[in-house]
């Protein structure tokens, strides 16, 4: 072979087997006849091989025509597969909504919002991971993540969205028949000799109410000590001990457990990120007026007369 064949002489030998004629591959093509009939003499001298015979004006594939048409085709229809399985990558892709959520959140609260929010596009695959807030705010920047709940202060990035989500102070849980529930506020001093269930030292919860009492000069009794919030409101339901929690941690216990008011407020809010640039933006946004909603309802079967 003189030289590297060319992809357009290629084409237009293809043209002419599957089109049967110069003119229809012409056509195909775009170009002229002339034109066609020179790539095609141009390809079987650069390959060397005798393609086609001419008998009575017609073109008659050869043998080695035949097989090298073949050959052809066998890559031709690869690079079709190729391109229906970067197609059907794109798609699903598309169609798929990855949420990022804190531990403190992984129940009822995200439950419900995945609920309405599949209830709305059946065909959208959802995929939710739980993790800390430093994760989480790292893999929504590197675009492993479309949408995530953080702590508050844990997303400062020009090319991130962010909005407070559900923000209130912090309200002391207690089992249903605990004494406390006949106080409308709780204070530190009504804590301290209860026994206590805390959260992890790396939490914003933790260093909230560790900085409240530190100015008080009381000292917490804990009992028990967890990472996740739907644990630790467990735990209070069953009367293992009191804590401090943000209403949204509590989703879905409204009827094993009480909230009162704490003084004094120690404020506390839900960070809902997702980036600037996705090609999810049309699902994110459904996603987020889910989660709103189901923040506002937790709002009101929670707290309605506190």
């Known amino acids: 072979m003189q030289q590297p064949l060319n992809l357009r ?3 237009a030998f293809k043209a002419v ?8 591959a012409a056509l195909a093509l775009g170009i002229s006849q002339p034109a066609v009939s020179k790539l095609v003499a141009h390809l079987e001298a650069d390959t060397g091989l005798h393609l086609f015979d001419r008998v009575r004006g017609k073109l008659i594939t050869t043998t080695h025509g035949t097989r090298l048409y073949q050959e052809i085709d066998r890559i031709f229809s690869g690079l079709r597969q190729v391109e229906q399985a970067v197609e ?4 699903d892709e598309q169609r798929t909504l990855n949420v990022g ?7 009822p609260f995200i439950r419900h919002t995945a609920m309405r929010f599949l ?9 939710i ?7 989480l705010a790292e893999r929504l920047i590197t675009g492993q993540f479309d949408v995530v709940v953080v702590g508050k202060n844990y997303m400062d990035n020009p090319y991130i969205d962010s909005e407070p989500l559900f923000d209130y102070p912090l309200y002391c849980a207690m089992s249903v028949n605990h004494v406390l529930t006949r106080k409308r506020i709780i204070r530190p001093r009504d804590l301290i000799e209860q026994p206590f269930i805390s959260f992890g030292s790396d939490s914003l919860t933790h260093q909230l109410i560790k900085t409240a009492f530190d100015q008080t000069g009381l000292t917490l009794n804990v009992a028990l000590a967890t990472n ?7 735990f209070v339901a069953a009367g293992l001990g009191v804590t401090l929690i943000h209403p949204l941690m509590a989703a879905g216990m409204q009827h094993e457990i009480v909230l009162r008011r704490f003084e004094p407020k120690l404020n506390f809010h839900f960070q809902l990120c997702r980036a600037q640039s996705s090609r999810n933006a049309g699902l994110m946004e459904a996603f987020v007026e889910h989660a709103r909603a189901v923040a506002a309802q937790v709002s009101h079967e929670l707290l309605k007369g506190r």
């Open 9 to 11: 002489q290629i084409e």
């Open 17 to 24: 087997i599957e089109q049967g004629t110069v003119s229809q």
């Open 88 to 91: 059907t990558i794109r798609r």
């Open 101 to 107: 959520v804190l531990p403190a959140l992984s129940g």
């Open 119 to 127: 209830k709305k596009h059946p065909n959208v695959r959802l995929s």
């Open 129 to 135: 991971q739980s993790s800390s807030s430093y994760r």
């Open 228 to 234: 996740t919030a739907p644990i630790a409101c467990e």
